[in-house]
Each structure stands twice: as C-alpha cells, then as structure tokens.
C-alpha cells in the first residue's frame, strides 16, 4: 500500500510569506506526527495529532508555525511570516496505534524548505 | 532538560565485523526506546523497540539492551554487512506537554560506514 506522502518536496519561498506543507498519511493510522530536521541531526519533534485532536505542540517554536488535522487525516503545516531560519526539512509520520511511546512510527519523504 | 546523546562522530568498521552504538540520555525515564535507521535523503525507518522492563531485543543480526540504571541503549549489528551503513537514530518516549499522553523524541543520530 502506500506510505506516508507529503507535498510539495521542495519549496523556495521568499522571506515574509506564508507556507503550507501538507502530509497525507497511512490510510488508517491514527496519529499523525510532524518533526523538522536540520542536516546532520535527528528528527526534532513539533507536534503531533491523535484523530484530529491535536495532542502536543510543545516543540512548535513560535507562533508563526500552527497546524491542523481537520478530519482526522490529512495534516497542514503553516508557517506564517517565514524567516530564514526556517529553512529546513519538514518530515511527517503517522503511527497505526495512538502515540504512547511504543507505536511505529512511518515517515514520509519530507518537504525541503528553503526561505530566501 | 532532558537529552538524548549518539555519538556524533562516524563509526567505521569492517565488514564481518560488529558494530556497536551507544545512546545514552539523562533526566528521563522513558518506558520505550526504539531504534530506526536513515538512508541519505529518505525518513527513518523503525528497526526495534524495547520496553523499559526488557534488557535485550534481538532480531536477525540486529541486538538491543537497555540499561536503564546506566540510562543507556547499546545497538548492535553482528556480522555487518557494507549495506548496512546508514546513519542510526535511537529515540524515547517524552511526556507530552500538558496531556501526559507520549511522543518520541529522537537523538542526533550515529553514522556507521561498513567498509568491504
């Protein structure tokens, strides 16, 4: 079946303009995780969702970043204003069980952010 | 705070021989670690998962421990092979802010360069 994708791969965007990376995850996986990922690091959690609810969004760094999973599977990650700093690879996964820790995690390919 | 340590430098081995990667974390006490490993350019893709209560985790050439008085995870891969070089991340699940629900926060990651 298919895995995790997300759109677009690639985005060049200017300095002050708002983007939206969408993630489409496993059919069937409940919860939903968004991390961003600098070269040469891990992973480094954002937020992640349960159903439509969000759960955490602890590791969102401002208030420019917000998400949403309206229906419970399809996820949107905005980033309003969008500085340099922001330029990173943006990576969703989804996990058939409810995040506890001991749940599979699937990642997509990532969309690589570049704000110019 | 919370940190999740993999040894930064690059691990080279010979092929036939076993790798061993640590990682190591300090103010946590998680009740999961997983392992997964990363290819150049693609997600991380789950390989073990542990519970705190297990000490070990085999599967095919792979091997896990789990210390948690030591607080540490040795990762092993036996008989390795020059496919198996990639980079590998450890993680642990985090109380999420706020609900007390889990998600996974992942280490820096080590890169292991099998040499034939």
């Known amino acids: 079946g298919a895995g995790v994708s997300q759109s677009p791969r690639y985005k060049v965007t200017k300095r002050g303009q708002d983007v939206a990376l969408r993630c489409d995850p496993i059919?069937?996986?409940?919860?939903l995780y968004w991390y961003r990922q600098a070269l040469g690091q891990g992973p480094e959690f954002l937020t992640y969702?349960?159903?439509?609810?969000?759960?955490?969004k602890s590791g969102l760094p401002n208030d420019r970043f917000s998400a949403e999973r309206p229906e419970g599977s399809i996820s949107t990650l905005t980033i309003q204003r969008t500085e340099q700093r922001d330029s990173a690879m943006y990576r969703c996964?989804?996990?058939?069980?409810?995040?506890?820790?001991?749940?599979?995690?699937?990642f997509g390919p990532g969309t690589r952010l570049l704000v110019l | 705070s919370q940190k999740i340590e993999q040894n930064s430098e690059a691990l080279n081995i010979q092929e036939g021989k076993t790798a061993t990667l640590t990682c190591n974390y300090t103010?946590?006490?998680?009740?999961?670690l997983q392992w997964y490993r990363q290819d150049p350019g693609r997600g991380p893709v789950f390989l073990l998962l542990?519970?705190?209560?297990?000490k070990e985790k085999r599967k095919e050439r792979l091997k896990v421990t789990f210390d948690t008085t030591l607080k540490q995870s040795l990762f092993h891969i036996t008989a390795s092979q020059p496919a198996d070089s990639a980079t590998y991340l450890c993680?642990?699940?985090?109380?999420?802010f706020g609900t007390g629900r889990r998600a996974l926060t992942f280490g820096s990651g080590t890169r292991l360069q099998v040499q034939p």
């Open positions: 996964a989804s996990s058939l069980d409810l995040a506890g820790g001991s749940e599979t995690q699937y």
């Open positions: 542990i519970r705190e209560n297990e």
């Open positions: 103010n946590y006490s998680p009740a999961y």
């Open positions: 969702f349960n159903y439509e609810a969000q759960q955490d």
């Open positions: 059919s069937g996986h409940v919860s």
């Open positions: 993680a642990l699940d985090k109380v999420g």
